[in-house]
């Protein structure tokens, strides 16, 4: 076998076979506790693909509970204002694929959740979401197939949730300062990025 593995018999040869608790614990719906981590949960990232393109993962968040259960193999997440580029829905609207990785803060457990999506603008979805007066644009509902809870060791090895290894935000340039670089806005201040970015996550967040 050479040094890159490249198919699945690789991989099963090169690594040690799975506990059966590991492979027992997937469901094909959220129960009890599923339910009440997806309600305690105010942060989630979100992988899709399709076709043709590469995947993406994008970070969805909002007050616990956000994500709502509407029954043990239903899920809805709404679409609140963001940068437009659309790349989850348009993945969805193409293969309809979903995985979900639910975080709870200060929780190391992860929960996992993969099935099928769709995009609806149907008013009794966007309806049950009001924030400040206004609904989101959609809603994926997202049909369950597989949830079960994810082993802690990345966030232990990460310490993520550990006050002590936090980062001081001046570690790095500011967001304007680097989109300045990245967009080679020379003739735009920094200042002024960060000024607009501010108004944005304090007016346009729902």
């Not at 616990?64 to 790349?87: H, S």
């Not at 994926?140 to 980062?167: F, M």
Request: hydrophobic share 35%.
């Amino acid at each position: 076998m050479s040094n890159v593995l490249k198919s699945e018999a690789d991989l099963r040869e090169h690594y040690a076979t799975p506990m059966a608790g590991t492979i027992d614990k997937q469901l094909d719906h959220v129960e009890k506790h599923c339910a009440s981590f997806i309600r305690l949960s105010p942060f989630v990232c979100i992988g899709t693909s399709r076709d043709g393109a590469l995947p993406d993962v994008s970070p969805k968040g909002g007050e616990p509970g956000f994500v709502k259960v509407q029954d043990p193999k239903t899920l809805l997440l709404p679409d609140w204002p963001g940068n437009n580029r659309l790349d989850t829905l348009t993945n969805v609207v193409s293969s309809g694929s979903v995985g979900l990785l639910f975080f709870i803060p200060g929780i190391n457990d992860l929960l996992r959740v993969n099935g099928r999506a769709e995009v609806s603008v149907d008013p009794a979805h966007t309806g049950q979401f009001e924030m400040r007066g206004r609904n989101p644009r959609s809603v994926l509902v997202i049909h369950v197939e597989e949830a079960y809870l994810h082993c802690t060791k990345a966030l232990v090895r990460s310490g993520l949730w550990d006050v002590e290894k936090q980062v001081e935000r001046s570690v790095l340039p500011s967001t304007g300062e680097m989109y300045r670089d990245q967009l080679a806005l020379d003739g735009v201040p920094a200042e002024v990025i960060d000024q607009a970015l501010d108004e944005s996550e304090k007016n346009d967040i729902y």
